[in-house]
C-alpha cells in the first residue's frame, strides 16, 4: 500500500512531537536551572558555564551506544525482526556498562585538575571544581538512561523519554529551589502571607547536587521501562554481558562514526572554550548564557531528527527505500521552516533572552552581539542536525564525521583565533567563527543527502 504525504507527516509527528516537547522540557529547566544560578552573581555563572564543555565532551562517549543500538534496533524492527531487536539493546546496555564505569573513575578522579586546565580563573576555580565532581557521580546511571532512551526510541517508544524527562526536570528545580539558596522567608503574591522556606545555602554546590540527582534517576527509570516487560521487546537482566561479536562490530560500526564527531566537536569546543576564557569572566559568562539561550534554536530540528533516524531505519529495515527517502525529504524540508522561525528570534529580541538569565549589563550586550551572529546560520544548523538523523538511520554515521572535523578544527578554531588573537574582536569574533563552521558542515552533510547513496546502504537485520 503506498503512503501519501499526510501519512508521512503523521508518522513523522507522531515520532517528533514528543521528542521535541522533551527538548523543550529539557531547555526550559535549563533555562531555570541557569537563572537560578545567574542570581548568585557572574562568577558562579561563569563557574558551571566552564564546565559546560566538558560535560559535553562526556557525553559524546554516551553516544557510542546510543546510536549505534539505536540504529540497529530501529532496523531491526522494520524488519518485524524483535528478537534481534533485543539482543542488539542489551548488547548494548552491557558494553555501555563497562565503558561509563571506566570514564567515571577517570573522571572524578580528574575532575580537580580539569576547570584549570580550561583556564578557570582563580576566583572560579573552587566552585567549578566542586560541580563538575559532583556531576560525575551520576556519569553510570545517567548514560545508561540516555543508551536506554536510545533503545525506546528505535522501537517508536518517544512519549515515555518526554515524560521521563519532565519529571526530572521537574525535580531538578525543585532541588535547586532547596539547595541553592539559604533559608528566607516567601511572600506570596495578592494575598501576601509570608512563611519561611528552608534552604541548605550551598550555591553551585548545591545546584550540581540537584542534577546530579535528576540525572541518576532519570536514568534509573529509562532502565527500568526497559526490563519491566512493558515494551515490545522485553529484556531481562539475566541476559546482562553476554556479548555477541557480530552484533556488537554492527553496533560499534555505526555509533563509533558518530561518537567521534562528538569528540571532535567537544575536542574543539576545549580549546575554543579556552579561547573564550581568555577574554575574561563577563565573556565566559555571556558565552555560556547565549549557548542556553541559543538552545531555543533547535528544539524542533532535534526532534525532526530523532523521526528521521527512527522512520528511516525502520523503513529501510523494512526494505522500503521509497518510504526512507520520503521521510527524509519532509524532516529536511520541516527543519528549514524550523531553522527560518528560530533564526528571526534570536535576530529580534537577543537582549530579552539575555535579559532572562542576567541583568549584568556587561554580560548581556556581550551575548546579544554573539546571538544576532548565529541568528542568521539558524536554517543551515537545524538542516544539518535533521540530515544528520536522516544518514543515521541508514547507518550512515562517518560523513557527519568528517564535516565535523572540518568545520571545527579547520574553519572554527582557525578562524575563531584569528578574530579574537589578531582582529580583537572578542566574543563576536568566536561566534562569527561558529557560524562560519556551521555552514560548512551544512554544506558537506547536505551534499551527502542530495546524492541519495544513504538510500543504496548495506541493511543486515537477520544476524
Not at 531555570?32 to 565532551?57: R, S
Not at 521537574?170 to 532547596?178: E, H, P, S, T
Not at 560499534?252 to 576545549?270: C, H, M, Y
Not at 549557548?291 to 531555543?296: G, I, N, Q, Y
Amino acid at each position: 500500500m503506498t503512503m501519501k504525504t499526510k501519512d508521512y507527516l503523521r508518522d513523522t509527528f507522531r515520532i517528533a512531537v514528543p521528542s521535541i516537547i522533551e527538548h523543550i522540557a529539557n531547555v526550559v529547566v535549563g533555562f531555570a536551572d541557569t537563572m537560578m544560578v545567574a542570581t548568585l552573581g557572574t562568577v558562579a555563572t561563569a563557574a558551571v558555564g566552564i564546565n559546560a564543555t566538558v560535560t559535553w565532551f562526556l557525553m559524546a562517549f554516551s553516544t557510542l551506544f546510543a546510536v549505534g543500538t539505536t540504529v540497529q534496533v530501529a532496523q531491526s524492527i522494520g524488519a518485524n525482526n524483535h528478537k534481534r531487536a533485543k539482543r542488539a539493546a542489551i548488547n548494548g546496555l552491557s558494553g555501555g556498562f563497562i565503558l561509563f564505569t571506566i570514564i567515571f573513575i577517570l573522571i572524578f578522579f580528574l575532575s580537580p585538575h580539569i576547570p584549570k586546565w580550561l583556564g578557570a580563573e582563580s576566583e572560579i576555580l573552587q566552585d567549578a571544581v566542586s560541580y563538575l565532581r559532583i556531576w560525575t557521580i551520576a556519569i553510570i546511571p545517567m548514560f545508561l538512561g540516555r543508551t536506554a532512551s536510545s533503545i525506546l526510541r528505535g522501537i517508536g517508544n518517544t512519549k515515555m523519554p518526554m515524560a521521563v524527562a519532565f519529571f526530572i526536570n521537574i525535580l531538578n528545580i525543585i532541588g535547586n529551589f532547596f539547595l541553592i539558596y539559604n533559608t528566607r522567608v516567601v511572600t506570596i503574591p495578592i494575598i501576601g502571607t509570608e512563611f519561611t522556606i528552608w534552604g541548605a545555602n550551598l550555591g553551585v554546590t548545591g545546584a550540581a547536587i540537584a542534577t546530579s540527582l535528576s540525572n541518576a534517576l532519570g536514568g534509573i527509570i529509562m532502565l527500568y521501562l526497559l526490563f519491566n516487560g512493558s515494551q515490545i521487546i522485553r529484556l531481562n537482566l539475566k541476559d546482562l554481558f553476554k556479548f555477541e561479536k557480530i552484533l556488537l562490530k554492527h553496533i560499534f560500526k555505526t555509533g563509533a562514526p558518530a561518537t567521534g564527531q562528538d569528540l571532535i566537536t567537544e575536542t574543539g569546543q576545549v580549546l575554543y572554550q579556552k579561547m573564550v576564557a581568555s577574554l575574561g569572566t563577563i565573556q565566559v559568562a555571556a558565552h555560556h548564557l547565549a549557548t542556553t539561550a541559543e538552545s531555543l534554536s533547535y528544539m524542533p530540528a532535534t526532534g525532526f531528527s530523532v523521526a528521521a533516524t527512527t522512520l528511516i531505519g525502520q523503513a529501510l529495515g523494512a526494505g522500503k527505500k521509497k518510504d526512507a527517502e520520503n521521510f527524509g525529504r519532509i524532516c529536511f524540508i520541516l527543519s528549514i521552516f524550523a531553522g527560518l522561525f528560530s533564526g528571526i528570534m534570536l535576530y529580534v529580541f537577543p537582549k530579552q533572552l539575555m535579559y532572562l538569565f542576567s541583568k549584568d549589563l556587561a554580560v548581556i550586550n556581550e551575548g546579544v552581539g554573539a546571538l544576532r551572529i548565529i541568528a542568521f546560520v539558524q536554517p543551515l544548523f537545524n538542516a544539518t542536525i535533521v540530515l544528520t538523523g536522516v544518514l543515521r538511520g541508514a547507518g550512515d554515521t562517518k560523513i557527519p564525521l568528517y564535516a565535523a572535523l572540518g568545520g571545527m578544527w579547520f574553519v572554527r578554531l582557525i578562524s575563531a583565533y584569528i578574530f579574537i588573537n589578531v582582529l580583537n574582536w572578542g566574543l563576536k569574533g568566536a561566534w562569527l567563527g561558529m557560524l562560519l563552521d556551521l555552514s560548512i558542515r551544512f554544506i558537506i552533510v547536505f551534499y551527502r543527502y542530495i546524492k541519495k547513496d544513504w538510500l543504496n546502504a548495506k541493511i543486515i537485520v537477520d544476524d
